[in-house]
């Protein structure tokens, strides 16, 4: 009989020598392996005309089954902020230790010769995969220019429209600002009674001032009502002083009740001791015998039953000793009357 030999396709053993790989099973499961893994292959042929390159993406970190190798391959190539579509399964196709897994997974599979070159990339086409991913390089960056110049000019724009909003609004306040500058001083003068100063420079500079226009200024009386104010007299209470008299601060002023130390801060140590018992109550289960039992009532001494004095103090055996000795003296003292 053959040796056991293990198939990784049928994944059994199998006695039968080489024969196996003849048979109908084994060679079903090698066309559903390759058919899964042709789909891949050519879509990273068609990369090599054309390479893509994206920003990177976690999904871009995808690995591919290799029956041929019986491996794992990284499906596209990252590097940095950038990635190539296809790149690593190209580079794997491309490398001699993938040529050589492949000449002898055919050999040891009997597969068809024909179909062997689909699996395979040539030196020139992977150099011809270098140029067109160089050129997309510079048609990515290009792109990212263009982006960064559209967002730019969107920024431009933006921050052109805030300075038309900010001066729309700024313009007709500083047309009202030199009208209302001019006119306040001049009703001010007017309405307190002073009259503008005129200078006159003489030809000596030992007397500069030579006229002055100086009007008597009258004198305010605060007690007249206005257009605009009113004067509703002085609201010192008689008897209360203030911190501008020099009085004492409400603040700073004692209160009896508090000076006395007849109302002590915080909680008694009663309350204390009552509030700490709740607490351990809480702890216990709430539906416990005598729980809800009110300690403060008054009951008398006998409304419990005596069951020979198991509730006094001592050992129990000395009530139980007790409770027969006196039943015994009970029992006697009748005897001795009807005696």
């Known amino acids: 009989m053959a040796p056991p030999q293990r198939c990784p396709l049928c994944r059994q053993t199998f006695f039968c020598g080489r024969g196996h790989v003849y048979s109908h099973k084994h060679q079903r499961q090698?066309?559903?392996?390759?058919?899964?893994?042709?789909?891949?292959?050519?879509?990273a042929r068609r990369a090599v005309r054309a390479a893509q390159v994206e920003c990177y993406v976690p999904e871009h970190d995808r690995c591919c089954w290799c029956p041929c190798c019986g491996c794992e391959v990284r499906k596209h190539l990252s590097h940095g902020n950038l990635t190539v579509l296809h790149g690593g399964l190209l580079e794997h196709l491309a490398s001699p230790e993938h040529k050589k897994a492949t000449n002898k997974f055919w050999w040891e599979n009997k597969a068809h010769a024909q179909v062997k070159e689909k699996f395979l990339i040539s030196p020139p086409d992977y150099a011809r995969f270098k140029k067109s991913m160089v050129k997309g390089l510079d048609s990515y960056e290009e792109r990212e220019d263009e982006v960064i110049k559209e967002m730019a000019a969107q920024i431009r724009e933006v921050e052109q429209s805030?300075?038309?909003?900010?001066?729309?609004?700024?313009?007709?306040?500083?047309e009202s600002d030199p009208e209302e500058g001019s006119s306040a001083p001049e009703s001010w003068k007017a309405a307190n009674g002073l009259a503008p100063l005129s200078f006159s420079h003489g030809a000596s500079s030992s007397q500069q001032v030579s006229h002055l226009d100086l009007q008597p200024v009258a004198e305010l009386d605060w007690m007249e009502t206005g257009p605009h104010l009113t004067f509703i007299g002085h609201q010192d209470t008689p008897g209360v002083g203030n911190i501008h008299s020099g009085a004492t601060p409400p603040w700073m002023i004692q209160e009896e009740e508090h000076s006395s130390g007849s109302l002590p801060i915080g909680p008694s140590y009663e309350e204390f001791l009552k509030e700490k018992e709740k607490q351990k109550l809480k702890k216990l289960p709430p539906d416990r015998v005598g729980a809800n039992f009110d300690h403060s009532s008054n009951t008398s001494a006998?409304?419990?039953p005596s069951f020979g004095r198991v509730?006094?103090?001592?050992?129990?055996?000395?009530?139980?000793?007790?409770?027969?000795?006196?039943?015994?003296a009970r029992s006697r003292q009748p005897h001795k009357g009807k005696s």
């Open 30 to 43: 090698l066309k559903g392996a390759l058919e899964r893994f042709l789909p891949q292959v050519e879509a």
């Open 162 to 174: 805030r300075q038309e909003v900010v001066r729309s609004v700024l313009e007709p306040q500083a």
């Open 302 to 304: 006998g409304w419990l």
């Open 311 to 328: 509730w006094n103090n001592g050992r129990r055996w000395q009530s139980r000793h007790q409770f027969k000795t006196e039943a015994a």
